[in-house]
């Protein structure tokens, strides 16, 4: 090989090196921005030029109405107070007995029955609970009845008031004032606020008994 051509092969070598760092270095600086546009995408953070976020305020849901209750309902315990009181039926108890021990007289059992509703006032099971209401309730649900079968009914009597003397027996007051020894129980019943028991009589109390016609 000649001197003119290893002169020639070494400059040839050399153009050759020189090219290959200018095109590594292009490639390079391709690869480098290539990435950075990629991570700029990729990023969920960063915002992209030309555009804002805006932030809306929480909107608050109204409650809805309570609708208007109107007129209150009556409680529980207003009802229970309305309510009459109730008799629970011992055993060998009559309409007859309860009516005399709740009003002092026998004759109430029709208007009890009815007032109740028994299908058969002659006979009483035990443990059965009767409303016992006070006698102008009594008298209001027995009106019709009465008006229907005797229209010239007396009404409840009046009652008059006795003031106890020395040596009077309630057996002895039930003849005088209402006409038979038997009616005693009866004039204890009327007198129960003021009795404790048939033989608590002092001189001095007043008792009521039913006027006699």
Not at 2 to 10: C, P, Q
Request: hydrophobic letters at 40%.
């Amino acid at each position: 090989m000649t001197r003119e051509n290893k002169i020639a092969l070494v400059i040839g070598f050399a153009i050759l090196m020189v090219v290959g760092v200018l095109l590594s270095d292009h490639l390079a600086q391709t690869v480098r921005g290539d990435a950075a546009d990629l991570a700029s995408i990729n990023d969920p953070l960063q915002t992209p030029p030309g555009n804002s976020i805006e932030f809306l305020p929480l909107v608050s849901v109204p409650k809805p109405a309570t609708p208007p209750t109107g007129a209150e309902k009556p409680t529980v315990a207003t009802a229970i107070e309305q309510a009459p009181p109730m008799h629970e039926v011992r055993r060998g108890e009559t309409l007859n007995n309860i009516a005399r021990q709740h009003y002092g007289d026998a004759s109430f059992a029709e208007a009890l029955a009815r007032y109740n509703r028994l299908p058969d006032p002659s006979r009483l099971k035990t443990g059965l609970r009767l409303l016992v209401p006070d006698i102008a309730q009594l008298d209001d649900a027995a009106a019709p009845a009465q008006a229907s079968t005797a229209p010239d009914a007396p009404t409840t009597p009046t009652m008059q008031t006795y003031r106890v003397r020395s040596g009077d027996t309630l057996s002895e007051l039930a003849q005088k004032l209402m006409g038979t020894a038997k009616a005693t129980d009866r004039l204890w019943a009327l007198n129960r606020s003021t009795l404790d028991s048939p033989d608590s009589l002092q001189p001095g109390m007043e008792l009521r008994y039913p006027a006699t016609p």
